[in-house]
């Protein structure tokens, strides 16, 4: 086994700029798959196609692209249809997330650090992390959890799958690297609260504000960032169509949407960025985008 921490393996394309190192448990982790060189051109994950144009991102798990985004399984992520809510010819969407990825471990496994690379000065980058972060911390099939909460609790572990040591810190400290590394390359970071599952209770659906919904909302506001309740608008989407309705939106029993449910989620996001105090891609919109309404959080 390497006796080496995860989270002394920093690159310093995650701090450009940075003058004084930070303490070795707050570095963000490993800047390359530390288990199979190749798992980043496996993954296809797309780049800017003009890269003068500015960039929407999108940093996230399968919720957001699932597989290589081409609905396989009949399961397809937000991210696929955002795209066509923009016009291409003002502004780059490029769908980065990765299935099975916790705020952790896209981290740990060099994707963010690969992402970075892509930001320039105007960029947009959209978060969406909190499926998978309530895994176990070291098991042997994913080891991708995080701790609970905002706080700077940490626990050290021997990680099975990347055979090195590793200071696991909770999702808020995760979710407070994207935005630090983002913010430090001049771009805009907006943190999203996870889409919500299809888990009904009393006819409505179940919130997630109370744990990541909550947490990435904390994080969004201790930094000053924009922060879109994607949970709360899509739930409330689902309540007014009902159980009936909502079943066929999903391929799978609680999680991944189908083509359409996917749709339904990124016009929810573009409602969420039209109902920002200042939306950074508002002049970017398609004529489909711009046929969206905010989101009007009165109605709550």
Not at 225 to 237: S, Y
Not at 285 to 294: A, D, E, L, M
């Amino acid at each position: 086994m390497r006796l080496l921490s995860v989270t002394l393996l920093v690159s310093a394309a995650l701090f450009p700029g940075q003058t004084t190192s930070p303490k070795a448990s707050e570095l963000p982790a490993q800047t390359s798959s530390p288990t199979d060189p190749a798992v980043h051109a496996r993954l296809l994950l797309p780049t800017p196609a003009n890269p003068a144009l500015p960039t929407l991102f999108l940093v996230g798990d399968s919720t957001v692209r699932n597989g290589h985004g081409d609905g396989a399984n009949n399961q397809m992520g937000w991210g696929e249809p955002l795209i066509g809510f923009f016009d291409a010819g003002k502004i780059n969407v490029v769908n980065r997330a990765i299935g099975g990825r916790s705020s952790r471990t896209y981290i740990t496994e060099g994707h963010w650090a690969d992402t970075v690379a892509l930001i320039k000065r105007g960029d947009v980058v959209l978060f969406q992390f909190g499926h998978n972060d309530s895994g176990a911390l070291d098991d042997s099939a994913r080891a991708r959890g995080t701790l609970p909460g905002t706080g700077g609790e940490s626990k050290e572990i021997e990680n099975p799958i990347l055979k090195l040591h590793e200071i696991v810190h909770t999702y808020g400290w995760y979710m407070a690297q994207y935005v630090t590394a983002t913010v430090a390359k001049d771009a805009t970071p907006i943190l999203c609260s996870p889409v919500p599952r299809k888990t009904w209770k009393e006819g409505k659906i179940v919130r997630n504000e109370g744990t990541y919904g909550g947490w990435a909302r904390e994080v969004a506001a201790s930094h000053h960032v924009l922060f879109i309740d994607l949970d709360e608008i899509i739930a409330r989407r689902y309540d007014a169509l009902g159980e009936a309705a909502v079943e066929p939106l999903f391929g799978d029993p609680h999680t991944h949407t189908t083509l359409a449910g996917a749709t339904l989620n990124a016009e929810s996001v573009v409602a969420g960025l039209k109902a920002l105090s200042h939306d950074p891609v508002a002049n970017f919109f398609s004529p489909k985008g711009q046929s969206v309404q905010p989101f009007v959080e009165s109605t709550k």
